[in-house]
């Protein structure tokens, strides 16, 4: 950069479960000295809560009546992203079987986007050196003005493959089948479904590895940053 200080980038890091969204956005982040924010730890989170107080998760009218209630903080550095509700850290609580079978239904509410992007939209704009924002909804609505914007993709079996390798020996059809029944209600809910923007760069990370995928962002970012 020529004068001083670098302008804040924006990346929108978007795509369906087991892409790659959160190994490549932290890694990126951190390269690049950038914040670093995991949505759907968010829409985890708040469901965490929902769950723990007793809320009828079939019901989304209950759920939209308590969605202001939770206080939920994110920690945006990329070496230790963190997550707590009402003060208590739920990084763990939050990766539950229990969790992810029921984070579609409550983050398919229109309550629950409004007030988790609102939290989304603040922690951009805060970011001093910039943000990279991961989630399913990112480059379509929370931050359309995004700098750069990626859609990650991979076939099923390879997402089912490297979330059965994390789960530590699930079975391999059974992930295939609920990541798809998750994507399949992510991407038919009426307020912000998960989609690629019509601008995003569209990145098939089933034959590459990690670090190829990284550094396709990296240099990405940096092209955007040198037009800048
Ligand atoms: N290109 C890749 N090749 C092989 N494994 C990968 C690749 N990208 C991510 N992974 C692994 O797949 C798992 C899911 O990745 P993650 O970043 O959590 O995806 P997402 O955030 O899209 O759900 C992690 O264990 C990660 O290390
Ligand atoms: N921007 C976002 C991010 C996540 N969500 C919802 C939908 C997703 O199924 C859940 C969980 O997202 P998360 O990124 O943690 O899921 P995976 O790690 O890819 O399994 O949250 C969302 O609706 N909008």
Known sequence: MENGAAKPVIVAIDGPSGTGKSSTSKAVAAQLGLSYLDTGAQYRAITWWM?????????????A?????????????PAGPTITVDGTDVSGPIRTQEVTSKVSAVSAVPEVRARITE????????AERGIVV??????????????????????????AARRSGELKGADVNATREALIKR?????????????????AVEVDTTELTLTQVIECVVTLVEEKRTAK
């Open 51 to 63: 769950v723990t107080s007793g809320i009828d998760i079939e019901d989304p009218t209950a759920i």
């Open 65 to 77: 009546a308590v969605a202001g209630k939770p206080e939920i903080i994110s920690g945006t550095d």
């Open 119 to 126: 939290l989304q939209r603040s922690l951009a704009t805060s």
């Open 134 to 159: 991961e989630g399913r909804d990112i480059g379509t609505t929370v931050l359309p003005d995004a700098d750069l914007k990626i859609f990650l993709t991979a076939s099923p079996e390879a997402r």
């Open 183 to 199: 994507d399949a209600a992510d991407s038919s809910r009426k307020t912000s479904p998960l989609a690629k923007a019509d601008d």
